[in-house]
């Protein structure tokens, strides 16, 4: 694969980069919103807060807790829809096209449904389960092919099995009377954020990372196929229930917080790899910085369209999104093993 950046120290320049707009756009969202606050009243907010002052309180109990739940959700989901890739050697998976972030939204459906005194942990414990509930019924599903699974089928599968855990997420919502609590998971958006969501994105993607980090090096054995890795001594299996673990921690979370925003994971990777090649050591932290890019930005965009109403930040994604699976699953050949 041609790729633009080659040597290490131009892809370290290039997460560098990448940080410095993640700080600015960070900036940038932070001051923005119903009333807009300009950049020296947000950075005065940050380092001599002002309890009196309502702006400083605006900025430090929504903003920045908004912009920081952005940066980490927008971070997990790229860089679980880069450990999917890998594994998979599929370059159509992602949590949303693999169906992970509708299992994981139905299982948050389901707990609020029956559930609805649950505590945080208790729904973030239910996506987690969900999303692993989803993922097995893709692969099954995809299985059933007897020529096995390819890109495209595995792609149609988890496009099923997401489509009808959505429709029954509607269903349960609508029965249940949850329509106005539900519609936020199911759109995705990031403007019930808080400081507790933060922490336990913290508490619990830095995980994910860190698992995601420490087999980046056998994903990128991984990805140049079964036998070879295995005739390298690699042991696959373990490679891959580990790159699972990673995938639920980050999702689960992730959809906990913001809902099912979607495409991310399908987007930042590609980008990624078209960059700066196919190293995983490269491509987690740097999906993660991009991913992080994207969502930020995607929520500002949401916020300025219709102002002073918000947009669901899915619904950016997903517009960014869409044309970039179709080009991907027109080039991908369709029966190709």
């Not at 109990?61 to 880069?82: C, K, M, N, Q, T």
């Not at 969900?130 to 390819?150: E, I, M, Y």
């Not at 980050?250 to 917080?257: E, F, R």
Request: charged share 10%; with cysteine.
């Amino acid at each position: 694969m041609k790729t633009f950046t080659k040597s290490p120290f131009s892809k370290l320049g290039l997460n560098i980069i990448g940080l410095c707009l993640v700080v600015f756009s960070m900036g940038v969202s932070i001051s923005y919103g119903a009333t807009n606050i300009d950049l020296h009243t947000v950075w005065d907010a940050v380092l001599h807060f002002n309890p009196e002052n309502q702006s400083h309180q605006v900025i430090q109990e929504l903003r920045i807790p908004r912009a920081l739940s952005a940066v980490l959700v927008g971070a997990f989901l790229a860089v679980s829809g880069a450990v999917m890739q890998g594994m998979t050697r599929n370059p159509l998976a992602s949590p949303s096209i693999m169906g992970v972030t509708d299992g994981a939204a139905f299982a948050l459906v389901i707990m609020m449904a029956f559930f609805p005194s649950v505590s945080s942990g208790g729904l973030t414990l239910g996506s987690f389960i969900g999303a692993g509930v989803a993922v097995t019924l893709v692969f099954l599903v995809g299985s059933f092919s007897s020529s096995g699974l390819t890109p495209v089928k595995l792609a149609l599968a988890g496009v099923a099995i997401g489509t009808l855990l959505r429709s029954l997420s509607s269903v349960i919502s609508l029965h249940f009377q949850l329509e106005k609590d539900i519609g936020f998971w199911l759109a995705g958006g990031l403007d019930g954020a808080n400081w507790g969501s933060v922490q336990l994105l913290v508490m619990i993607g830095i995980f994910g990372m860190l698992i995601a980090l420490s087999i980046s090096k056998s994903i990128t054995v991984l990805s140049l196929g079964d036998d070879l890795s295995t005739g390298l001594g690699q042991n696959n299996t373990m490679i891959k229930i580990m790159g699972i673990i990673s995938v639920l921690l980050l999702t689960g979370v992730a959809v906990s917080i913001a809902g099912s925003v979607g495409f991310i994971g399908l987007i930042i990777p590609h980008i990624t790899r078209f960059i700066i090649g196919t190293d995983y050591r490269w491509i987690i932290p740097t999906t993660a910085v991009f991913g992080s890019l994207l969502l930020v930005n995607a929520d500002l965009i949401a916020r300025m369209i219709n102002a002073p109403f918000e947009t669901p930040v899915g619904a950016i994604t997903s517009i960014i999104g869409v044309p970039f699976f179709l080009y991907l699953a027109r080039g991908s050949g369709g029966d190709k093993k």
